[in-house]
C-alpha cells in the first residue's frame, strides 16, 4: 500500500478494495474530528472562525482526494470514469460506494504480489542438472 501524500492526489493510479477503504478512513475520519471540534466552542470565537477558514481549505481538499480515490478505484475496475457522476443520484450513490469497497479488482493486483513472481519463475528441469 502506498500511503504518500501524492497517491491521495493521483487520478492515475489503480488501488485495490483494502486500500480503498484504509485512505477513505485516513481521509475522512480527521476530517470528521476537526469538525465535531468546532463543534465544542462557541460560534463567536477565535477558534471557531479560524477553524471555519481552515476547514474550507480542508474541505476542498478532501473533496479532491475523494474524487481521486474514486478514479484510482475505477481504474482499478476498468471503468468508465464517469461513473463518479452516480455518487450525485441519491440512493444509487450509496450502492455505488458499495460497489467501490467490495468488487474485485480487474486489474491483477495478484501480478505485484512475490507469491505470483515465484510462480512465474522457472525452475531448471532435472534434465538440464543432469547435463551440466
Known amino acids: 500500500m502506498n500511503f504518500t501524500l501524492k497517491s491521495f492526489f493521483s487520478f492515475?493510479?489503480?488501488?485495490?478494495?483494502?486500500?480503498?477503504?484504509?485512505?477513505?478512513?485516513?481521509?475522512?475520519?480527521?476530517?470528521?474530528?476537526?469538525?465535531?471540534?468546532?463543534?465544542?466552542?462557541?460560534?463567536?470565537?477565535?477558534?471557531?472562525?479560524?477553524?471555519?477558514?481552515?476547514?474550507?481549505?480542508?474541505?476542498?481538499?478532501?473533496?479532491?482526494?475523494?474524487?481521486?480515490?474514486?478514479?484510482?478505484?475505477?481504474?482499478?475496475?476498468?471503468?468508465?470514469?464517469?461513473?463518479?457522476?452516480?455518487g450525485l443520484i441519491p440512493l444509487v450513490n450509496f450502492i455505488f460506494a458499495i460497489y467501490l469497497l467490495f468488487a474485485p479488482g480487474k486489474t491483477s493486483e495478484q501480478s505485484e504480489s512475490p507469491i505470483q513472481d515465484l510462480e512465474e519463475t522457472s525452475l531448471p528441469s532435472q534434465s538440464e542438472d543432469l547435463t551440466k
Open 12 to 86: 492515475k493510479e489503480h488501488i485495490g478494495r483494502l486500500e480503498y477503504f484504509v485512505k477513505s478512513l485516513l481521509i475522512n475520519v480527521p476530517f470528521l474530528a476537526l469538525f465535531l471540534l468546532l463543534a465544542l466552542f462557541p460560534e463567536d470565537s477565535i477558534i471557531q472562525i479560524t477553524g471555519g477558514l481552515l476547514s474550507i481549505l480542508l474541505v476542498i481538499a478532501v473533496i479532491i482526494a475523494a474524487f481521486a480515490l474514486v478514479f484510482q478505484r475505477l481504474n482499478d475496475l476498468q471503468n468508465s470514469k464517469w461513473l463518479i457522476l452516480l
